[in-house]
């Protein structure tokens, strides 16, 4: 019996090690240079059936000595458009307080992305904003986008 225990927690043991040593991975290395990426084009069907287009977004990173060393990232609506200051507003006026609110939310979460994408070195280490999560997962897209091209 002593010898089945000693067995199974030696075999538990072995398995953990190689599980956590092939599960942890060092930071990739990319090749220096300046890279930009897309997202796919998001739609959203609108409350009267209309389809709002949520947009894309594009990601500039800078990569130097292997890292990340650089990031900006901005979004646009399907037509170009950048989304800015002025998204969220009727006409160059506040509308609807609240959808002004969170369309910048949405903006200033471009920012926030793409400083976690450099402090962090990793698209795992950047975490999803509440309210602007259609941004976070444009940013993703285009992040593998920009990272695919600048991989060694």
């Known amino acids: 019996m002593l010898k089945k225990n000693l067995t199974f927690i030696l075999t538990v043991a072995i398995s953990s090690c190689i599980f956590f040593a092939c599960g942890s991975s060092e930071p990739k290395s990319y090749v220096d240079g300046s890279y930009e990426g897309k997202s796919q084009e998001h739609t959203q069907e609108g409350e009267d059936d209309s389809e709002e287009g949520n947009g894309y977004g594009i990601v500039n990173i800078t990569v130097k000595d292997g890292a990340i060393s ?10 170009g458009t950048l989304k800015d200051s002025e998204y969220g507003k009727e006409g160059g006026a506040v509308a609807n307080q609240d959808y002004y609110t969170k369309a910048q939310k949405a903006v ?44 060694e």
């Not at 650089?70 to 037509?79: G, K, N, V």
């Not at 400083?115 to 309210?131: K, W």
């Open 70 to 79: 650089e990031c900006t990232y901005q979004t646009y609506m399907l037509d």
């Open 108 to 151: 200033a979460a471009c920012d926030e992305y793409a400083a976690q994408l450099v402090e962090t070195g990793s698209l795992s280490g950047v975490d999803a904003i509440s309210g602007a999560t259609i941004n976070y997962e444009e940013f993703k897209e285009a992040v593998e986008d920009a990272l695919s091209q600048a991989e």
